[in-house]
T-cell receptor, first 109, second 116 residues
Framework: QKEVEQNSGPLSVPEGAIASLNCTYS??????FFWYRQYSGKSPELIMS????GDKEDGRFTAQLNKASQYVSLLIRDSQPSDSATYLC?????????FGQGTELSVKP | GAVVSQHPSWVICKSGTSVKIECRSL??????MFWYRQFPKQSLMLMAT?????????EQGVEKDKFLINHASLTLSTLTVTSAHPEDSSFYIC????????????FGPGTRLTVT
């Protein structure tokens, strides 16, 4: 299986700012990408899925996919302390999710 | 929608005993279910993939005789950790595919296993 890479962080942003989380993947044929949020001690929660190039918005979250650059990102607008968590990027390879190591986000009040 | 439950949420057992963990998709039929384990400060590690009515597919390095998976119906999969040892202590999480999204996996809340 091919890798999915994320900066482990921690990424620290002030409350109200935009948090930008980035992910690169090495499998050129990947078509399906996902962002999960995981609070400490809890299981992952699906935030967004994205399958096509471009942007996909859902509330304060925007996922961006660029297949040519093999890059997927997640923007969180108006960040809140409750957004502090580890964010996992994943792509689907052979019917299985391949996760990055996760980026720890800390939103400071 | 797309709710997955797990039971129990935590369990403590003695070394050498077996533990069964249930995973249920509550409001959708799951074509495929997955079992993961996660150690502290590490990412998820896929253990096996199961489809209803067929044998599970285990990832390399996962002992299928130790981690028994049964996918009895489109809403229920079970993981049995047999002859558990302290090194099996971990956070076990199931996920189910087949909700509203195309390939989206929805995770259960996890089961924290401690083997003494």
């Amino acid at each position: 299986q091919k890798e999915v890479e994320q900066n482990s962080g921690p990424l620290s942003v002030p409350e109200g700012a935009i948090a930008s989380l980035n992910c690169t993947y090495s499998d050129r044929v990947s078509q399906s990408f996902f962002w999960y949020r995981q609070y400490s001690g809890k299981s992952p929660e699906l935030i967004m899925s994205i399958y096509s190039n471009g942007d996909k918005e859902d509330g304060r979250f925007t996922a961006q996919l660029n297949k040519a650059s093999q890059y997927v990102s997640l923007l969180i607008r108006d960040s809140q302390p409750s957004d502090s968590a580890t964010y996992l990027c994943a792509d689907m390879q052979g019917g299985k999710l391949i996760f990055g190591q996760g980026t720890e986000l800390s939103v400071k009040p | 929608g797309a709710v997955v439950s797990q039971h129990p949420s935590w369990v403590i057992c003695k070394s050498g005993t077996s533990v069964k963990i249930e995973c249920r998709s509550l409001d959708f039929q799951a074509t495929t279910m997955f079992w993961y384990r996660q150690f502290p400060k590490q990412s998820l590690m896929l253990m096996a993939t199961s489809n209803e009515g067929s044998k599970a597919t285990y990832e390399q390095g996962v002992e299928k005789d130790k981690f028994l998976i049964n996918h009895a119906s489109l809403t229920l999969s079970t993981l049995t950790v047999t002859s558990a040892h302290p090194e099996d202590s971990s956070f076990y999480i199931c996920s189910a595919e087949g909700g509203q999204g195309r390939y989206e996996q929805y995770f259960g809340p996890g089961t924290r296993l401690t083997v003494t």
